[in-house]
């Protein structure tokens, strides 16, 4: 049980997270700090927080657990902000995109109480955001990454992951550095390919008429496009050699298209169409395991 959790950031994730531990009873009160009054008092009136703090260094004083749901160019300030009033007790943990710009962010920020900051990435995004966006159950069934600190207590690393675990979620652990470069690749660069494309889109001089054609496969293909531009600002310099590295490669296959394309050569692209179906499936039925 939680006595005190404050969510810094009460949106889709961190007042999700919050509803979640309120409905399975495992969080006494709740406190939400943000930058938005308007955000955060409708997030009182829906019953996501009970409590409204106007900074963060009011509201950690006697918290149990501080859940940082900003976005993660944002989080560098808030560690800055908490560490001289932070209780020895209480336990740190994020739900940034990306890791090692978090930890190197917490290092500096937290200094020697860095162990009770244990680094997590639920994987249940959307493009709605805001205190209206969360709902119980978002996390059921989704992932969520752990990446645990030398700093850290056993029983730190047990909190955190039995509190994603009791919000729905199947909790994994790896290291800071490699979930950078698996989710540049998962995640990341697909939201840097929907943006780029509907803004290529959009800057065409008869681009309504594009957009007035366009199907459920367009719609779909771009959903991501709708996100949050501060947050993914943030994510893709956070992480932009991985995510780069991975624009290079898929710039690569691009390029092969095109030549599959310009010799006519139906064999190859049949080929690529036929692999990347199978893996999609293959991918999909898994989920659903």
């Given at each position: 049980m939680i006595g005190h959790l404050v969510v810094v950031g009460v949106g889709l994730i961190g007042g999700s997270f919050a509803l979640e531990l309120k409905k399975k009873h495992l969080v006494e009160r709740v406190t939400g700090v943000g930058r938005s009054r308007a955000n955060l008092e409708k997030a009182r009136e829906l019953g996501i927080i009970d409590a409204v703090s106007g900074s963060v260094s009011q509201a950690v004083g006697d918290a149990d657990l501080v859940l940082l749901a900003t976005p993660v160019g944002a989080m560098a300030e808030v560690?800055?902000?908490?560490?001289?009033?932070?209780?020895?007790?209480?336990?740190?943990?994020?739900a940034g995109s990306t890791k090692q710009d978090v930890v190197a962010a917490a290092r500096a920020g937290l200094g020697e109480k860095i162990g009770r900051f244990e680094p997590a990435h639920p994987i249940a995004g959307a493009e709605s955001s805001g205190a209206e966006a969360a709902r119980a159950g978002l996390y059921h069934h989704k992932p969520c990454v752990l990446t645990p600190l030398p700093e850290n207590a056993a029983a730190v690393v047990a909190t955190v992951r039995d509190l994603w675990r009791a919000c729905g979620a199947?909790?994994?652990?790896?290291?800071?550095?490699?979930?950078?470069?698996?989710?540049?690749?998962v995640s990341h660069l697909p939201h840097?390919?929907?943006?780029?494309l509907v803004d290529e889109l959009a800057g065409r001089p008869d681009a309504d008429t594009y957009f007035r054609h366009a199907g459920s496969g367009f719609r779909d293909f771009?959903?991501?496009?709708?996100?949050?531009?501060?947050?993914w600002r943030d994510i893709s310099l956070a992480n932009r050699d991985a995510l780069a590295a991975e624009l290079g490669t898929f710039i690569a296959k691009l390029?092969?298209?095109?030549?599959?394309?310009?010799?006519?050569?139906?064999?190859?692209?049949?080929?690529?169409?036929?692999?990347a179906r199978q893996a999609?499936?293959?991918?999909?039925?898994?989920r659903q395991h």
């Open positions: 560690f800055r902000a908490m560490a001289p009033v932070l209780s020895p007790d209480c336990i740190v943990t994020d199947q909790v994994t652990e790896m290291d800071a550095a490699r979930h950078d470069r698996v989710f540049a690749a840097l390919v929907a943006f780029a771009t959903r991501i496009a709708g996100s949050h531009p501060e947050m390029s092969s298209l095109r030549e599959m394309l310009a010799a006519g050569d139906s064999q190859a692209l049949e080929g690529l169409f036929a692999r999609r499936h293959t991918w999909i039925k898994g």
